[in-house]
């Protein structure tokens, strides 16, 4: 027995439409938690370094973790690891709902993809069954409609089944597919969702299960669970989002110049206080509808009560969403953003690479760098929302110039290369950054730029660095506090998302984490013991993708993401001119090579990788 865990594993052998279970060992399990840890440690040991994303030899892992399906808030989450086709790098991502404790209660762990089917199937999981049946029925439809087809399929609806899909646009391997479950929830980063295409997965139905799983205090387990919970309600960032959603954020970050507004152009919006949290739920009809055992007002159904659209009804959009639908292609009305995320929603789309996408065509559009005969005759000035749904169908399908969009920002900005490559925002390793003006928030920038993931992995929302005996930053333009912040915090995010819990509802507090964990499997966890975890997630990603050709000259801004602002209270500051010292310092204080960025040897010895990465090739 294993508290906390079930140790099995669902392996779906594509290729030869065969499935088989093994064993996980419990120190696998206690090593590397589960989630982003544990899918990482199968997947370097699996997967050489030289594969492709498209390769049959690539594979897709989804875990969950010790704390899913327990007493914590919001752990219903999974993990997804694999190489992704925006980087050719390690791709990570996570998405709430209930498919991380519906998966436990059947009795597994996790779950991997390999090989690729010669039709379209999906795969269905119950305690007592798993199956790869015929998919031809789903094909082509958008992610909604997928769901719907397969609850009635069953008969059961959504708090009996966990379906995670893809849509148009991982049917057609747009290289920023995501998968979609449980409704609105996005597992959205490095193209995972191109990954599901390419091995004809359209669907993973989860029938939820009675199985039980051992944990060795339940009253411990109880207490740090509504600590952790009381933590997260009063904190900062968590009070406003108990509330109203993610968000809440909106006019925070527009005061601080972090909004994104029409491809960094400017920092100013106006309209700002139309898409806060508030203004929303009193613009539109909500409805909560929670993720596992989540008593948070974040996640729910949202109504169109008046205008052009009055009826409409779709999952509430996440802040990012928003944003990306919002200003950061010039639209002004809301309503238009919450149709146009879900319509990204639908196709299967990363909604962040999605708005920097139209953005840039926008702003390419609007100075000459592209005219409407190479755009399909669509006439994308900025807040073009109907030109903008035609583009997103074109995109999801590879029709004409959506053909060339679906590479991404990156591809596409070099192949039309000029002005346009110019004005386009990315990072050298192919991925895009989230929906932020992070030329105002310098600690996500360089996580972004430096990740190994296809998105941030360091930092992320209002991190409470005291709790690691660190004093925050005093200055958050100077990149020596910057970088070394980041150094010392560097594992505690992956740490989250290798437990199966919400970051938001849950995981404040990296010391009441630690209660948990101890209680839920007997184990005596610690904030050191979980960092040291943390760090050797964190090298040995970096380990891996320095191995698969992603070297230091990739960790670097695209021109226009490296130009100061033009307006606004970051406007002072331009880190493209401290970039690449706050980089090597960076590198310094994780311990890598200040030049190659890769892991020192004294490193992976500290973090008990030696033996791992030999087996890396």
Known sequence: MVYGYVDKMIRFKLSEKNVITEDIPADILKEWLGGTGLGLKYFCEEVETGTTWDSPKNKLFFSTGPLAGTAVKGSG??????????????????ANGY?????????????????????????????????????SHLVGLDT???????????????????IICIGPAGENLVRFACILGDYGHAAAHNGIGAVMGVKKVKAIVIKRGKKKFAIYDKSKLMDAAGKMNETAINSPAGS???RWGTNAGHPILHKSGALPVK????????ENGKFSGESLRQKFNYKRKPCWACNFSHCGYTKVISGPFKGFVADEPEYEAMASMGPMIGITDPTLSLVLADYADRMGMDVNETG???????????????????????????????TAMLLLNNISKRHGFGNLLAEGVKGAAKKIGGSAQQCAVYTEKGNTPRSHDHRAVWTEYLDTCTSDTGTIEVTGGAMDVTQHNMKPIDDQFSWEQVARQNAAISGRRVVDDSLGICRIS????????AAALTAATGDDFSREQLMKIGKRIINLMRFY????????????PSTRYAARPSDGPASDYRIGDVFNQMKELYYESMGWDKKTGEPLADILADLDLDALVKRIN
């Open 263 to 270: 491809n960094l152009t400017t920092s100013i919006f106006p």
């Open 545 to 556: 993708n320095s191995k698969s050709g992603l070297t230091s000259n990739l960790d670097k």
């Open 144 to 162: 909604i409609q997928t769901q719907e087809a397969l609850y009635k399929e069953y008969g059961l609806n959504s708090n009996q089944l966990s």
């Open 99 to 135: 498919m991380g404790a519906f998966l436990k209660f059947c009795g597994y762990q996790a779950m991997v993809l390999e090989g690729i089917s010669k039709e379209w199937v999906y795969l269905y999981v119950d305690e007592n069954n798993i199956q790869i049946k015929e998919a």
């Open 356 to 386: 920097w996408l139209l953005a840039w065509v926008m702003e390419c559009f609007e100075k000459g760098y592209l005219t409407a005969e190479e755009a399909d005759n669509l006439e994308l000035s900025w807040g073009s929302f109907y």
């Open 77 to 94: 989450t999974y993990g997804t690891v694999t190489k992704g086709p925006m980087t050719g790098g390690i791709g990570t991502s996570q």
């Open 506 to 513: 849950a995981a404040e507090d990296i010391n009441l984490t």
């Open 240 to 242: 406003d989002c108990f």
